[in-house]
């Protein structure tokens, strides 16, 4: 099997990584939105109105549910638990299937998305945090950060581990070359309807449904272990992110690939991966060790102020 081997894939935990907080500082112009720059960011929204154009039928919808599914897919288990964590290993090959996939997503590239993520780990409800609900409320937290000028680059010194692969670095600068090509491929085999459900409305959703990561999952639900942030775990949040809904567990041991710690937390990009390990085509998965899953007596909720 053809490793990924210029990567030291020592078990690693986000506090570890090498990094670099100076763009990401907590200026008050970081509020600051550039409405036109963010156009097709609004214009993919307003398309979904061509629903009531193209009328509702199964084929369209099923293809948008599909589409959502994978490509939420790419973005948890390869944007996040790949190249965000490294929590397992896979080919050269496959990691550039994964940063496709989630590049699909419309979300940026896989190195911009690392990065940050790396940053929110290092700084998780702190000033300084790029999308706390605690310190800019919800709607901040949720899409406000992803339509300011200020992160618009990706911090590269903080994701020097996959920055060395050719691929990754050009899918990370013309990102949106897959989602553009899957908007053609909807567009070709299904006509309107394809383009409207499998493309425009499954990717709002998709939008929204990995938004609320950043937002809600630090605002609703329980809290089982006693970490620096707001980060909570909900059933809910872990249905609609195919897992990332358990996101106290994962603030509390982020080396984990897996988020739902015991068999009634469903994790479906956590079993997604089993099954391609039994492919070989993903191994080293990471899980939390016994000594954390014994950590787990419950905490009274503690209840935070909210901006916004
Ligand atoms: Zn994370
Ligand atoms: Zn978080």
């Not at 992160?151 to 990754?168: C, H, R």
């Not at 390990?277 to 909210?306: A, F, H, N």
């Amino acid at each position: 099997m053809n490793s990924a081997a210029a990567i030291n894939q020592t078990e690693i935990d986000q506090t570890e990584i090498d990094h670099d907080d100076s763009i990401q500082g907590a200026s008050p112009d970081r509020y600051r939105i550039n409405w036109i720059m963010n156009l097709p960011f609004l214009g993919m929204h307003a398309a979904c109105l061509g629903a009531f154009w193209v009328g509702i039928s199964w084929k369209p919808v099923a293809l948008c549910a599909a589409l959502y599914a994978i490509r939420m897919f790419g973005i948890t288990a390869g944007y996040h638990r790949y190249f965000s964590h490294r929590s397992y290993r896979t080919s050269r090959a496959f990691q550039f299937f994964l940063a496709w996939i989630g590049c699909s997503a419309l979300q940026k590239g896989p190195l911009w998305w690392a990065a940050l993520h790396r940053h929110h780990h290092r700084n998780s409800d702190e000033k300084e945090d790029v999308h706390s609900p605690l310190q800019s409320g919800f709607w901040w937290s949720h899409v406000g950060w992803i339509m300011s000028n200020k992160y618009e680059a990706t911090d590269f010194n903080v994701i020097k581990d996959f920055s060395q692969y050719p691929e990754l670095r050009w899918l990370n600068r013309y990102w949106a070359v897959p989602g553009v090509l899957l908007a053609a491929a909807c567009f070709f085999f299904m006509g309107w309807p394809g383009l409207i459900w499998g493309f425009f409305i499954s990717t709002v959703l998709l939008y929204h449904g990995t938004f609320v990561t950043n937002s809600l999952c630090h605002m609703l639900g329980r809290i089982r272990y006693k970490t620096a942030d707001t980060s909570r775990n909900s059933f809910i949040l872990a249905l609609v992110t195919l897992g990332e809904g358990w996101h106290n567990n994962h603030h509390y041991y982020s080396a984990s690939a897996r988020m739902g710690f015991f068999w009634w937390e469903v994790d479906i990009s956590y079993y997604t991966l089993r099954c391609l390990s039994l492919l070989g085509l993903v191994w080293d998965i990471k899980k939390p060790k016994d000594r954390v899953l014994k950590m787990c007596e419950p905490r009274p909720r503690v209840e935070t102020q909210y901006r916004g």
